[in-house]
C-alpha cells in the first residue's frame, strides 16, 4: 500500500486552502478516489496494492476555481492537475502545492 499526501496553501494570504476537490486517477483510465481536501488544505490517502502499476502515469487533480470564484478573484485556471507515476507500491508520494489565482507551484517531497 502506498500513502498519497499532499497540502495545498493559498499563496495570496499564507493560509491553507481547505475544502478544494482532488480525484485521483490513472491518466486515461480508472478513478481511484475523489475527495475533498480538509479544512486544513491536507490529503492524506491511502492507495491499495490493486490500484498501483509502477509503469503507469497517474493524476492528481485539484478543482482550483470554484475555490478562488468564493473568494472573489477572476482567474482562467480551474484545475491544478498533477502527473506522475508510483514507481514504488510501498512509498509516500507527498505533493504540496502553493496556489494563486493565476499560478501554482508544486513539488514532489518524500
Do not use: C
Amino acid at each position: 500500500m502506498a500513502i498519497l499526501t499532499s497540502h495545498t496553501l493559498n499563496g495570496t494570504d499564507g493560509t491553507h486552502a481547505g475544502g478544494i476537490k482532488v480525484t485521483f486517477s490513472l491518466v486515461g483510465g480508472e478513478k481511484i478516489f475523489e475527495t475533498k481536501m480538509d479544512e486544513g488544505g491536507r490529503l492524506n490517502e491511502k492507495i491499495g496494492s490493486e490500484h498501483i502499476d509502477p509503469t503507469a502515469n497517474y493524476e492528481l487533480v485539484f478543482e482550483t476555481g470554484p475555490y478562488w470564484i468564493e473568494r472573489g478573484y477572476n482567474q482562467i485556471l480551474d484545475q491544478v492537475v498533477l502527473r506522475f507515476k508510483m514507481p514504488d507500491p510501498s512509498a509516500d508520494y507527498h505533493m504540496p502545492v502553493i496556489i494563486s489565482p493565476n499560478s501554482y507551484s508544486v513539488w514532489w517531497s518524500s
